[in-house]
């Protein structure tokens, strides 16, 4: 069992709704949680970042995360065609550097208009 | 001009033959990485490198080499390429005193297809 799963999609939404993406994760250390979103031909971008459980929102987007269910996600608002693009959750414990940090497999979303 | 650059950004090679992905960084981090991504699976650490000095293994490292010539120079080889080291390669570099936030900074990318 990986230690961080996420479903690959493809999501499709119609301009303007509200998407949710989300991860599980098994690994009760972690503690920093990040969203990446990345374009396609391009490298991961930090969308946002949040440290053990609670809310944490940035334009029309918000992270959540639920330690005591080992799951968190990202909601879009009021989703655009420029938010097309794979989105990928990362954690790590709150002890080591960047190489603890532990990808999910990425969701894929397609916004039309 | 970006701040992370990977060269080549595509190349296409045959089984057996030795391959190097270069990486170079104007954001005078430390800190770098080389990463790979396959389709289900997401990125997979190879070798990280905190400084000149310090070189790591990653969780795949089995198959790969690195180098690193200069604080803003690391390089990915694969002595002989097999198909299965068909991905997309990154390099990243991150700053040791950003803490928390988890930045990474990834280049644009090498996509490497073994024949």
């Known amino acids: 069992q990986k230690e961080v799963e996420q479903d690959p999609g493809p999501l499709s939404v119609p301009e303007g709704a509200i998407v949710s993406l989300n991860c599980t994760y098994s690994?009760?250390?972690?503690?920093?949680f990040m969203w990446y979103r990345q374009y396609s031909r391009k490298g991961p971008e930090l969308l946002m970042y949040?440290?053990?459980?609670g809310n944490k929102e940035d334009g029309r987007f918000t992270a959540q995360v639920d330690k005591s269910s080992k799951y968190i996600s990202l909601f879009i608002r009021d989703s655009q065609p420029s938010d097309s693009a794979t989105y990928l959750c990362?954690?790590?414990?709150?002890?080591?550097?960047?190489?603890?940090?532990?990808f999910g497999a990425g969701t894929r979303l397609a916004v039309h208009p | 001009d970006a701040d992370v650059t990977q060269t080549p950004r595509n190349r296409i090679t045959k089984t057996g033959k030795r391959i190097m992905l270069e990486c170079s960084q104007t954001?005078?981090?430390?800190?770098m990485y080389w990463y790979r991504q396959d389709p289900g699976l997401g990125l997979q650490l190879i070798y990280y490198?905190?400084?000149?000095?310090?070189?790591n293994k990653g969780e795949i490292s089995d198959g790969y080499s690195v180098s690193r010539q200069a604080q803003a120079k690391f390089s990915l080889s694969l002595e002989s390429a097999i198909p299965n080291q068909t991905a997309l390669y990154f390099c990243?570099?991150?700053?040791?005193?950003?803490?928390?936030?988890?930045?990474?900074?990834f280049g644009e990318g090498s996509r490497l297809t073994v024949l």
């Open positions: 490198s905190f400084d000149v000095k310090d070189i």
């Open positions: 990362a954690m790590r414990p709150f002890s080591g550097g960047y190489n603890k940090l532990i």
């Open positions: 690994n009760s250390a972690f503690q920093y």
């Open positions: 990243a570099t991150s700053d040791a005193g950003a803490g928390r936030t988890g930045e990474l900074f």
């Open positions: 954001k005078g981090h430390d800190r």
């Open positions: 949040t440290y053990s459980s």
